[in-house]
């Protein structure tokens, strides 16, 4: 006997398995019908390896859209058509640039939108273009390959090679054997200098103590000088003042004794011409009489008498 199946249940599973089938593909798919989307083009001159439709496009690194189509330029077959859906209010301005960025080492490519100054009017489609056209740039995968291609160019390579020569016959003749000596040695010189500090780690740390110490003791003694200097200051302007007026007073002194010796010069002309002659023969004939007083003193010191009785009369020598 076969069983029943439930027919109702079976159309309820398999709908409900299709709507979150289309769920998911729409949720992988990142796309947002609810949105509202501006249309842009742009020409990339290089291999756009790892791009496919819907990838994403970015604005700085915000995802801003997606890629909407990928095909030949049919004008020029050098380039790659993208076609690309952006959020609507997205700043794309005239100077915003399309640069090709391979994520990792997955091998996934995205468009990143750079540029836009804030000045820059925005993007209007010209004359004979369906949508707006942005302007491309080079990836860095491209510019790497050019860089290198410019490099191994033929003459480039021979050049390249010739530079590796002579560098290497340069390093030779640098590291000969006396040099390898000499930078042996250097290297020894610096471990003895290295193992020299090492060992005098301590004092080392001691002195550079004792210069923080200095340096605070100096830090101190300068703002000591920069409290007392202005006091000091004062001092020397107080004494230059007091010197000043001394100077002056001096100077009128000066000049008042100098108009006194003016005013007395016809007398001390008098006294040098008339009073200090007399004076000198008065100063003569008192050195007489002092030479008198004393040998009329020495005479009254030997004979008294003589000052009553007068001076006693020699005797007389036999035959006199």
Not at 55 to 77: A, E, M
Not at 153 to 158: I, N, W
Not at 166 to 173: R, S
Not at 202 to 213: H, P
Request: charge should be neutral; hydrophobic fraction near 40%; proline fraction near 4%.
């Amino acid at each position: 006997m076969e069983p029943k199946v439930n027919y109702i249940l079976v159309g309820s599973f398999v709908a409900f398995l299709g709507a979150a089938v289309l769920a998911g593909i729409l949720w992988l798919g990142k796309t947002d019908y609810r949105g509202s989307y501006d249309r842009y083009e742009a020409y990339m001159k290089e291999s756009v390896a790892g791009l496919s439709v819907n990838s994403t496009v970015k604005y700085r690194g915000v995802d801003v859209g997606r890629i909407k189509t990928i095909d030949l330029n049919p004008n020029n077959p050098e380039e790659v058509l993208l076609t690309m859906d952006i959020m609507h209010g997205t700043p794309i301005k005239t100077d915003t640039i399309a640069v090709l960025e391979t994520q990792g080492l997955t091998g996934l490519a995205t468009i990143n939108l750079t540029g836009g100054s804030r000045d820059a009017p925005p993007l209007q489609a010209q004359e004979g273009q369906a949508y707006p056209v942005i302007k491309t740039g080079p990836s860095l995968f491209f510019r790497l390959d050019e860089a290198v291609s410019r490099l191994l160019s033929e003459e480039r390579l021979s050049q390249l090679l010739l530079d590796l020569d002579t560098a290497a016959k340069g390093a030779a003749k640098v590291l000969d054997e006396d040099n390898r000596a000499m930078l042996k040695q250097t290297i020894k010189d610096l471990s003895d200098v290295a193992k020299t500090i090492a060992a005098h780690k301590t004092q080392i740390e001691q002195s550079l103590n004792g210069a923080a110490r200095s340096a605070d003791n100096l830090v101190k003694l300068t703002a000591s000088l920069n409290a007392e200097v202005p006091t000091l200051l004062a001092g020397i302007n107080k004494s230059v003042a007091a010197l000043g007026t001394a100077t002056d007073e001096l100077a009128r002194t000066s000049k008042t004794v100098g108009a006194a010796f003016n005013e007395a010069r016809p007398e001390l002309q008098q006294f040098t011409q008339r009073t200090l002659p007399e004076v000198g023969l008065l100063v003569t004939e008192l050195r007489q009489l002092t030479g008198t007083l004393s040998r009329v003193a020495r005479e009254l010191e030997r004979e008294p008498s003589s000052l009553v009785f007068g001076r006693k009369t020699p005797s007389r020598g036999p035959g006199e």
